[in-house]
């Protein structure tokens, strides 16, 4: 069987080392399971650590995705098939402790850390991807955090992430809808400034195995920003769609209720297309998902990416256990019936009280199995 992940070190022409980190799941275009986050883990502190690895590229293979998300079909199916709330939550927090740990680490690596962002970007991808210091948007890359369809909510970072464009507005909307942007949407938000086409990707490895590494770490990482601007080629790359619609964004950002901002979207009178299903995925989204995100992007604005991954997994656990993410996976991943039965019918619904209780957290202090990050 094929490792899920693949390591690889290039001698550059100066005697320095690339680590070449290669997510090898195309078939599950990516998902990252369990077993992918020690390996990855490992690695990463191993190289961090290595004076003779100068910068680490993080790619994938084939052309269908960088990595479309956890896979919270494998995760769902371990719930299922697991008795007692101790047990299950045991399960959950191993997952995803181990996932935002790689996540945290990427945020704070240290060396010039690119990743090659190539057709689908969601989810626990979008984590992995936000974590690299220089972040590569291919023509075809599709991005998005896409968890209210599965009952689920916008994590690895994105507490942190999404309440950090530079655009008001958009964060809330990207949750609420799950809506898939393109790479000048990308560079919009400024999640990414090299739009590099996929063919240039032997290019952009050869040049950095030509590059003279300084002497001084510190300028490595202008040394690679300098190297991927000169690829930098955005001709045929698709308009955004982001940018013609930001005066809904804004208007979002001034309401002070949840109801007020889904009455907004969804009674947009636009026949274009992209607003549409954005819109229609708000509508067959969980309403439980659409309560935590917006508390997300209004109650937590200030907190630090340690926090934030800290109350992410607070919220993951409870949501596997008490929520929606059981059913919002089996109707879209495992039955594939389109036809989720959520835990209420719609925002309007949803007690205070019960949103409350998943922001509370399973641990206390020292206890909680992220407090030393």
């Not at 998005?144 to 008001?168: C, K, Q």
Request: glycine share 6%; with cysteine; proline share 3%.
């Amino acid at each position: 069987m094929e490792a899920s992940v693949l390591f690889d070190e290039l001698a550059t022409d100066d005697g320095h080392v690339i680590g070449i980190i290669t997510l090898n799941k195309a078939r599950q275009l990516h998902a990252l399971s369990a077993d992918m986050f020690p390996l990855l883990h490992q690695k990463l502190l191993a190289w961090q650590s290595d004076p003779r690895i100068v910068s680490v590229l993080f790619t994938s293979t084939g052309d269908r995705a960088f990595c479309a998300g956890g896979d919270v079909k494998s995760l769902q199916q371990a719930l299922v098939n697991t008795d007692g709330n101790e047990a299950k939550q045991q399960l959950v927090s191993e997952y995803f402790v181990a996932e935002y740990q790689v996540d945290y680490l990427l945020h704070n690596f240290g060396k010039p850390l690119i990743v090659w962002g190539d057709g689908i970007i969601m989810g626990g991808g979008l984590g992995l991807f936000m974590g690299a210091s220089h972040r590569v948007v291919t023509e075809t890359a599709r991005i998005a955090m896409p968890e209210i369809t599965i009952g689920l909510f916008p994590d690895v970072g994105a507490t942190w992430f999404l309440n950090r464009l530079p655009h008001p507005g958009v964060g809330l909307f990207l949750g609420l809808t799950g809506a898939s942007i393109n790479a000048n949407d990308a560079k919009y938000l400024g999640l990414s400034e090299y739009l590099i086409p996929a063919a240039k990707y032997a290019d952009v490895v050869k040049a950095l195995t030509s590059l003279d590494w300084q002497v001084d770490t510190e300028l490595h990482d202008s040394q690679v920003d300098q190297l991927l601007m000169a690829q930098y080629a955005d001709a045929d790359f698709a308009t955004g769609n982001l940018i013609k619609h930001q005066a809904l964004f804004n208007q979002l950002s001034r309401y002070s209720e949840l109801a007020d901002v889904m009455t907004c979207i969804q009674t947009q009178d636009s026949a274009d297309a992209w607003l549409q299903t954005s819109i229609k995925k708000l509508l067959l989204g969980s309403p439980i998902s659409a309560h935590i995100l917006y508390r997300q992007v209004n109650q937590y604005t200030e907190l630090s990416l340690a926090a934030c991954f800290q109350l992410e997994l607070d919220l993951a656990v409870n949501v596997c256990l008490n929520a929606d993410l059981v059913e919002g996976v089996r109707a879209l991943l495992v039955n594939k019936d389109n036809q989720p039965q959520w835990l209420f019918k719609d925002t309007d619904a949803v007690p205070v009280k019960f949103v409350d209780n998943l922001f509370s957290s399973p641990w206390t202090g020292d206890c909680h199995p992220l407090h030393s990050l």
